[in-house]
């Protein structure tokens, strides 16, 4: 499956219903103000289980797989986990999904999102399959 507009993308996260996928962006979000695409990956990077069975690994390649198209490729290689991404940005994002599990603070509503996600995904389309 892959995902070509927000909306779908927006759909389908609202399927998760997801409050640990929330906070992980969140706490990215303090981290790292200034960096959507790294908060983009820790909102989507759990879409995969609703995409079909399979270990850790398999959801991770669908849920990239997924998003490649409307997000670009370094959210693809933040949500699969390994590729041309910084160690730094991998090692911020696992540590903001291991530390959201246990997190108890109101990271507010999916479509608070909205917006953050339009912006990553305008961004890629105006670059094209230059990315």
Do not use: N
Request: hydrophobic letters at 40%; proline letters at 3%.
């Amino acid at each position: 499956m892959e995902l070509r507009s927000v909306e779908e993308l927006m759909d389908l996260l609202y399927a998760c219903r997801d409050q640990h996928a929330l906070r992980t962006a969140a706490l990215l979000r303090r981290g790292r103000p200034a960096d959507k695409e790294l908060q983009v990956a820790g909102l989507v990077q759990d879409i995969g289980r609703l995409l079909g069975p399979g270990d850790e690994a398999a959801r991770s390649e669908r849920a990239a797989e997924a998003v490649r198209p409307l997000l670009g490729e370094r959210v693809y290689h933040l949500v699969r986990r390994h590729g041309p991404v910084g160690d730094d940005d991998l090692l911020r994002l696992r540590l903001a999904d291991e530390e959201s599990r246990t997190a108890a603070f109101d990271a507010g509503v999916l479509e608070d999102w909205r917006t953050v996600l339009e912006l990553v995904a305008e961004r890629h389309s105006r670059l094209g399959a230059v990315d």
